[in-house]
């Protein structure tokens, strides 16, 4: 790579000792590279370090329950975050249950897979691919920040038609409890 | 007889300009890095696929870690403003020195009543882990919490200077307790601000 070229003094015969005259030719390329790889590590490392942002909205708090429960039953499914990152879930009311209550992990082969399956038989009983999955959020006071975040990132993977976050009843706590889901 | 000489054609390139351009874009690319300011409460956000990013201006950030509540707002004029604003409100008069340096910091949470102490600090003491105790969410009697007076005043402000809405982001730390997360939500709430963002760092759909 460096290369010491000392060949030039050569050739002079003389009687008196020349210093030879080097000259020292630095190939670049590997500077360069690297000066490369720094500018790739620093654009990257400034846009990255930019929080992303999930946007959610919130229903006004003044409406009351009762306005909330109006929806159909067949279409909608209720999500319990409860301990341990893990999930339950059911469709219809709490008091009867269209399917038994189901526990589920977080992530691509858990509450995803239920998810896409359950929208996909919603809009077929439905007809109308606009009405599809209605999706209730009720976190309990054991989940944590990380496992709402991770649910509604489902969300914004499975897009149903609708989705919110609301509070939990005491019966849900008790199906919670007994799947060991409340520690 | 006569050699027939091959010119050699040397094929080693002058990698100097190469060299001078490659060192002057890194420069520019470290210099327009904006050096993180200090935070008192380290945050570990959890992680999403969406991809939004978050724009500069005009949005307060309430960072959510350990039980205690941090508030941050971009934009020397609105510090100042929300100061001031705040101050009326809680009968505290705070003089110019204290104005201007709240204008220049960052993240803070700390209760009203102790705001002149935190002011007065230098920048490093101020950011020491554990020394400010967060923002109360707890409304005392009819009166609303100081939190709720906070993203009220901060509104105003936003609205006034810059006629802007306020938005509100929410930084929370990945195993913060949801019920922590629900006040601070139920106080926006109060305020009709029912739309606001969650911070969250980036993740793949595989997981």
Not at chain 2, 93 to 109: D, N, Q, Y
Request: charged share 25%; proline share 6%.
């Amino acid at each position: 790579m460096a290369e010491l070229d000392t060949s030039g003094g050569g050739g002079k015969k003389g009687g008196k000792i020349r210093t030879k005259k080097m000259s020292t030719r630095v190939d670049l390329t590997a500077m360069v590279d690297l000066a490369f790889l720094l500018i790739t590590f620093f654009m990257l490392t400034t846009t990255l370090s930019k929080p992303q942002a999930m946007d959610i909205a919130m229903p006004d708090k003044d409406v009351k329950e009762q306005q909330q429960l109006t929806i159909a039953d067949n279409r909608t499914m209720t999500i319990l975050l409860g301990s341990g990152n893990r999930v339950e879930w059911y469709m219809g009311a709490v008091e009867k249950p269209l399917t038994p209550p189901q526990v589920d992990n977080y992530g691509k082969n858990g509450i995803r897979k239920a998810l896409l399956e359950k929208k996909k038989e919603v809009i077929a009983m439905t007809g109308d691919p606009a009405k599809s999955l209605i999706v209730l959020i009720k976190p309990s006071e054991k989940s944590k920040y990380r496992n709402l975040v991770d649910i509604l990132d489902e969300m914004a993977i499975v897009k149903p038609q609708t989705y919110a976050i609301v509070d939990i009843f005491e019966p849900e706590i008790e199906l919670l409890k007994r799947e060991g889901l409340y520690q | 007889m006569p050699r027939i000489k091959v010119p050699r054609k040397s094929t080693a390139i002058d990698m100097t300009a190469m060299c001078d351009v490659a060192f002057l874009l890194l420069t520019f690319f470290i210099l327009t890095a904006t050096a993180r300011q200090p935070e008192p409460l380290p945050v570990d956000t959890p992680a999403s696929t969406v991809k939004i990013k978050l724009p500069d201006t005009d949005i307060a950030t309430l960072t959510v870690g350990r039980g205690k509540v941090f508030f941050s707002i971009p934009g020397q004029d609105i510090r100042r403003d929300l100061l001031e604003k705040m101050g009326t409100a809680y009968g505290i008069e705070f003089t110019e020195e204290e104005k201007k340096r709240f204008s220049v910091m960052e993240s803070f949470g700390v209760p009203i009543g102790n705001l002149k102490q935190i002011i007065a600090m230098k920048g490093e003491e101020r950011n020491k882990e554990g020394l400010q105790p967060g923002i109360p969410v707890d409304s005392v009697g009819v009166r609303p919490s100081e939190l709720h007076q906070w993203v009220y005043q901060a509104r105003l402000a936003t609205k006034e200077l810059h006629n802007q809405d306020m938005r509100v982001s929410i930084k929370g730390d990945a195993n913060e307790k949801i019920p922590e997360i629900q006040k601070v939500i139920e106080i926006l709430q109060s305020q009709n601000v029912n739309k606001f963002s969650l911070i969250t760092s980036l993740r793949g759909e595989d997981y």
